[in-house]
């Protein structure tokens, strides 16, 4: 009898430290990047967006979701929504998993809210931030003048940037703008925009400098609250514009304590 309990108290501290050992892995997170379902026209580059509640995009949103749900099982999805709206967004998600709730057609519901159901009920967060956005005011006042080389040339990227958008919406499916937007490409093509005008008031006032630096310091801060939630052992899935995850990619590249899951098969 004593031989027996010793073996069930050694099988149960093997268990607990296993356990233990899984809970200290680093957490995983994946990043996907989107364009807005439902484009406010806020962004410097305007885009025609296609049609996400088509037969054919939603039969796709949903084996997305069922494919992401059983391939990653995310513990938690978070979402490009203010910190403080996240009490509306926890009665939101509870009423859509009582079959209560419509979805809106907006990325954080379609895809945020659909994957973490299928994925049994993760948890869902917001982490974007609202205090600090891409302060380029007085970049795109002194441009004109003081850098017109550079205006030119911003002119003419945002033009082909925009026009290369609207071929991607107009021809692709969803599978295949979302495949394209997360590519290696479109990262460096997104950040290239802030290099350029980077130098604007270089060795005076660097409006240029100044103004992408804010938006990486916005990034770094919705970094940080992903960061807050993708503690030791949890799957991570990021949901948010593509031009915060061309930044927040690199990011996580260089974070030590997390691990980056590549999203590309899942398109």
Not at 3 to 26: D, Y
Not at 50 to 72: I, P, R, W
Request: glycine share 6%.
């Amino acid at each position: 009898m004593k031989k027996l309990s010793a073996l069930v108290c050694l099988a149960t501290a093997l268990f607990i430290g296993a356990q233990t050992v899984r809970a200290e892995e680093p957490a995983q997170i994946m990043l996907l990047g989107t364009f807005h379902f439902t484009n406010p026209g806020l962004d410097t580059v305007k885009t025609s967006v296609l049609d996400v509640t088509s037969d054919e995009s939603q039969q796709y949103l949903q084996a997305f979701s069922q494919k992401m749900a059983k391939d990653f099982a995310p513990t938690d999805v978070l979402l490009e929504c203010a910190v403080g709206f996240q009490g509306k967004l926890n009665e939101q998600y509870q009423q859509y998993l009582k079959g209560e709730f419509t979805l809106p057609v907006n990325e954080s519901y379609q895809l945020g809210f659909r994957v973490a159901k299928a994925a049994g009920g993760s948890a869902v967060r917001c982490f974007d931030e609202q205090e600090i956005h891409w302060n380029a005011e007085q970049l795109f006042e002194q441009m004109p003048t003081k850098a017109p080389a550079i205006q030119a040339a911003f002119d003419t990227l945002i033009a082909e940037v925009t026009a290369q958008s609207n071929e991607m919406h107009q021809t692709l499916s969803l599978a295949g703008v979302l495949r394209a937007m997360n590519s290696e490409q479109q990262y460096r093509l997104n950040q290239s925009i802030y290099l350029l005008s980077n130098e604007v008031g270089a060795g005076d006032n660097f409006v240029g400098a100044d103004a992408s630096a804010s938006w990486w310091h916005r990034n770094f801060r919705m970094y940080a609250n992903i960061q807050l939630a993708a503690s030791p052992g949890k799957r991570v899935l990021v949901i948010a514009g593509q031009g915060h995850i061309a930044v927040i990619k690199d990011f996580l590249a260089n974070d030590t304590q997390r691990k980056a899951v590549s999203v590309d098969h899942f398109f």
